[in-house]
């Protein structure tokens, strides 16, 4: 066979053929690679053609491009010869084939080029070429193919391998996968060299499916070139192989490299993106709790929102309904002004018509509001002046004493009321202090108390008077409270009262929880109640529901001088509900006894004792008071009663404490240095709260059917005996912040005295001014008054000597008729129980008496000037001389022949007097002429006979004996005054308390 001389096609119809870079320098196969072509057609076309120098072209054969020179053979594989232009362009029909089957399609097949024909027939199945005949020496060998079995079937059906002259050329070709079903494909110049007698055998194995062949060309290949032959002669074909496979292993390796580093970079990238993910996911957790917290926060403060919505929907609300509310008002006073501007529009003109007529509206508009300042000028003066009148008034309170003396009257009762009563008591004056006592025709006798109260006046009006001084025993006094009087006259009812109207004793202990209550964040008070009976001398408790044998006996207690009595009941009062279970316990227990004056005259002393320890909080300073709540036992003559035995033993204890009571008033007004308070039981317990810088208050109850009113008044010496008695100025307890008090009000005394001193000099120079003015005119008038004004002196001096002289020359009368009177009283006892002889006597003395009155009756005549009240014929007279020109001290308290009543300071002057005159040595009777005055006063009614007696008037005489001449004569005179009551047992000489 001849040498084929086809040309490789330079370029394909469908594709456009790009040599491969390397194709080009070296020798391997080239693969005409179309624009476009992926890299992994490529890689395809590489990994089927196995050996270097074949090219594979995506389309058929094209005539122009055919060196028909070097074509040694080209056959039409599975098909017949196909006729061409010329008779070298020719193609011959299907020869030298070994086995296989043929296949032909009428479909078109696209990019088949010059040849259609060609590439519609093919052998298919197991088949292989043996071409004999060609001349030994180097060809090409051209295949051409198209995929006809399975036109639409899927990719891969059918892949082989090709072998030329025993060389793999190709592996694992798939048409299909590299120009699809029914188009044309080429490989061309596959070198192959054919030696002498040796055919040229191409072969083709199945990998999968069967392999085809459309065409075989075999053209005449060209010299080697020398190098290339040359070192065609060294290689053998493994060696080509080796070559190919070399570069794809290092192609492969390359790729292997890069995926290596592309592996690491991409491990680098994961792992640096893991530890982003990790720092990532733990800022995500920190974020998560922060969102945790946040979202709490969140809930507490949408709480709080939700709280705060409400209140501020709630403020809304209200601030909607307020500013309503106030445009509401807003609205009314805006009508309001306006109504009000067109009032004020109406006056104002009406206002202009008034004023036009009168011009003289200005001046009296001054005028009035001058006379307004006036007014309330006046208004602060007076209403100054009250406080000082209140001022001066308890002032005037304090100076009366520590001792006051109230007189209260009953209402008259049915009894009196049916046995025809008749007013015998006079009110009149009563708020002056005054009672008016008539005594028979048109005679009228005054009493002064410190206060009365009339029938009208009740428990309250009562109470309201004592309160002040009730009250003073939170403040640290003592005090002492009696209810005096004659059986049925009302103390009981005065003390403890009933319980609609109740008593002092009831309201006291009210006041005083009250008091505490009022001022406990500064004092805390500790108040408790004992109840306690003087009977018979004897004391009881009364609270004790089991009294025990033993008598109950006063002691002393510490070196304060209290007193106490053990094993007595203290009951602690915390309410004024407890009180009156406990006054009402006591009142129950109370000892009565009946005679024919009062079935249930009380016989005893009712003492309820209140005791008040104070602490106070500021200073820690604590107090102990006592204030004793006397009903004393009735104090009616013994006379007056059918007692015998056990009740006339009852009386003479009566009458005996009440005289002991009268004695240590007496005592104390005198500032006597010995009281004797053990004197009695009564005065015995009331020691440590009587005299000292304690206070007293006693009520005299008065009935107004005692006929003898007059007397029974006449014989209370306490009403004045008391009054002006200085027991020194009350001294309580130190409390620093009363006396703070008391120095800034002193303080603010001192700045009032020195603003009304300057008022006062103000107006001196005021009158100075004036009287300069008036003395050119009334110089001669004052000369007159002058001249007169001496005149008058001088006849008021000669009138004293006179009086002063006349006076002396009666005191001499007075003394030897005293001495005549002490002597027929001597006389009287010698001859006591010579009845005629006695009241012949009686009758001398009643005369001397009235001589002595009648005398005592002349210098008070003369001094009558100087007593206010033309009734008080009784007045009291007996006044020391130097006191004559002079009021008495107790001209407006009369008492019959009472020296007691003259006041402490004349009885003191009037035995300093008779003392000096009388100054015989050795003469301790000089003071009995004052007794034999006296002696008049002193009647008693004896208990078992009507008849009057004159008793023994030493023990009047020793209480005032004691009172003005010291120690010793009281040891003296007292005995002596017991001694007679001893001597008459049968009560026949008892006296009332005033005598
Ligand atoms: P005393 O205790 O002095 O013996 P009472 O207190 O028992 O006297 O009084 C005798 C009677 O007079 C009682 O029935 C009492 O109620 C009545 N009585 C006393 N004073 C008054 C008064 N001021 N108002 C009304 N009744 C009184
Ligand atoms: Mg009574």
């Not at 053990?678 to 009331?686: E, F, W």
């Not at 006044?879 to 004559?884: E, K, M, V």
Request: glycine share 6%; proline share 3%; aromatic share 6%.
């Amino acid at each position: 066979m001849e040498e084929s001389s086809l040309s490789t096609p330079s370029r394909t119809l469908t594709l456009e053929s790009i040599p491969c870079n390397d194709c080009e320098k070296t020798d391997s196969p080239r693969i005409e690679h179309s624009a476009g072509l992926c890299s992994d057609d490529r890689d395809s076309i590489d990994s089927i053609i196995l050996v270097c120098g074949p090219r594979l072209i995506r389309s058929g054969f094209w005539q122009s491009n055919c060196l028909r020179d070097n074509v040694v053979m080209f056959m039409n594989c599975g098909g017949s010869e196909i006729e061409g232009t010329g008779p070298s362009d020719k193609i011959s029909e299907d020869s030298c084939f070994e086995r296989g089957d043929v296949i032909e399609t009428g479909e078109p097949i696209a990019g088949s080029g010059s040849y259609t024909a060609l590439y519609q027939s093919a052998r298919y199945g197991a088949f292989s070429y043996k071409i004999d005949g060609i001349t030994p020496g180097q060809y090409f060998v051209d295949l051409h193919f198209a995929e006809i079995v399975n036109t639409f079937g899927p990719k891969g059906m059918r892949t082989f391998d090709i072998f030329v002259q025993e060389e793999k050329i190709v592996s694992g070709l798939d048409i299909y996968k590299i120009v699809g079903a029914n188009r044309a494909l080429q490989i061309v110049d596959i070198r192959a060299s054919v030696v002498l007698n040796e055919p040229l055998v191409i072969n083709f194995q199945s990998l999968t499916g069967s392999p085809i062949i459309c065409g075989i060309a075999v053209r005449k290949a060209s010299a080697l070139p020398p190098v290339a032959t040359k070192m065609g002669d060294l290689m053998d074909t493994s060696a080509v192989q080796n070559k190919v496979r070399g570069t794809l292993i290092a192609r492969y390796e390359k790729k292997i490299q890069d995926l290596i580093s592309e592996c690491a970079a991409k491990s680098e990238e994961c792992f640096n993106a893991w530890c982003c993910v990790e720092s990532t996911s733990e800022n995500l957790r920190q974020i998560e709790m922060e969102l945790d917290s946040k979202s709490l926060k969140n809930g507490t403060l949408e709480q709080t929102v939700e709280r705060l919505t409400g209140e501020l929907n709630e403020l809304a609300e209200k601030y909607q309904h307020d500013k309503k509310r106030w445009a509401q008002a807003v609205s009314d006073l805006e009508r309001k002004i306006k109504v009000m501007k067109e009032e004020q529009a109406k006056l104002s003109k009406e206002a202009h018509a008034c004023v036009d007529p009168i011009p003289d509206l200005d001046k009296m508009t001054k005028a009035v509001q001058a006379l307004v300042a006036q007014g309330e000028e006046l208004k602060s003066k007076y209403s100054e002046e009250m406080a000082r009148s209140r001022r001066l008034f308890n002032e005037l309170q304090e100076s009366k004493g520590n001792i006051r003396v109230f007189c209260r009257c009953r209402p008259v009762n049915n009894d009196e009321m049916s046995s025809g009563y008749k007013a015998i008591v006079d009110f009149d004056t009563a708020r002056d202090g005054e009672i008016g006592i008539l005594t028979g025709g048109a005679t009228k006798k005054t009493f002064k108390f410190d206060r009365i109260f009339t029938p009208k006046d009740d428990q309250a009006d009562v109470y309201a008077d004592a309160s002040p001084l009730v009250t003073s025993v939170l403040d640290g006094y003592n005090v002492c409270i009696f209810a005096y009087g004659q059986t049925g006259t009302g103390k009981t009812f005065t003390m403890e009262g009933t319980e609609r109207k109740r008593g002092v004793n009831y309201r006291t202990l009210e006041e005083l929880f009250k008091i505490a209550e009022e001022r406990k964040e500064t004092v805390s008070y500790d108040i408790s109640v004992s109840v306690l009976e003087v009977y018979n001398e004897q004391i009881r408790d009364l609270l004790n529901s089991n009294p025990s044998s033993k008598k109950l006996e006063i002691r002393q207690a510490g070196g304060e001088g209290l007193h106490h009595i053990p094993g007595v009941v203290e009951a602690k009062v915390e309410s004024t509900e407890e009180v009156w279970d406990v006054l009402q316990a006591g009142s129950n227990a109370r000892a009565v006894g009946s005679n024919n004056v009062n079935e249930h005259s009380s016989r005893s002393h009712c003492m309820l004792c209140i005791m008040v320890k104070a602490k106070n909080l500021m200073n820690g300073e604590c107090t102990k008071s006592k204030l004793w709540l006397v009903d004393l036992a009735g104090s009616e003559r013994l006379a007056k009663t059918d007692a015998q035995g056990e009740r006339l033993k009852e009386a003479q204890n009566i009458n005996r404490s009440l005289s002991a009571l009268g004695d240590v008033i007496s005592a104390l007004a005198n500032k006597s240095t010995h009281i004797p308070y053990r004197n009695s039981k009564l005065t015995h317990l009331l020691q440590d709260s009587l005299g000292g810088d304690s206070k007293a208050l006693m009520f005299v109850q008065i009935s107004p059917s005692d006929n003898d009113l007059g007397e029974t008044l006449s014989s209370l010496n306490f009403a004045s005996r008391v009054r002006g008695v200085e027991l020194g100025p009350a001294k309580k307890q130190a409390d620093t912040s009363e006396v703070l008090k008391m120095k800034q009000m002193i303080e603010k005394s001192k700045q009032e005295a020195r603003l009304k001193d300057e008022n006062i000099r103000k107006l001196e120079e005021n009158c100075h001014n004036l009287e300069n003015k008036l003395k050119g005119s009334n110089k001669s008038l004052q000369e007159k008054m002058e001249i007169q004004k001496t005149e008058f002196q001088a006849t008021l001096e000669k009138q004293n000597r006179q009086f002063s002289e006349k006076l002396k020359e009666k005191d001499e009368i007075c003394l030897t008729l005293h001495r005549k009177v002490k002597d027929l009283e001597t006389k009287l006892r010698q001859h006591q129980g010579q009845s005629t002889e006695n009241i012949l006597l009686q009758q001398k003395v009643r005369d001397l008496e009235t001589m002595l009155k009648e005398l005592r009756e002349k210098p008070a005549q003369m001094n009558y000037f100087a007593t206010p009240k033309a009734n008080e014929t009784d007045q009291s007279i007996i006044l020391g001389n130097s006191n004559y020109n002079k009021p008495p001290v107790a001209a407006t308290v009369p008492m019959k022949d009472s020296v007691l009543l003259s006041g402490v300071e004349s009885l003191h002057e009037i035995k300093r007097k008779r003392i000096s005159r009388d100054s015989v040595p050795g003469d301790n009777e000089n003071i009995v002429p004052v007794v034999e005055v006296k002696k008049k006063s002193l009647l008693i009614e004896s208990g078992n006979s009507s008849k009057t007696r004159r008793i023994d008037p030493t023990r009047g005489l020793a209480r005032l004996t004691r009172s003005t001449v010291g120690a010793s004569s009281i040891h003296k005179a007292l005995p002596n005054g017991r001694a007679v009551g001893k001597e008459q047992p049968t009560g026949s000489k008892m006296r009332g308390w005033a005598r």
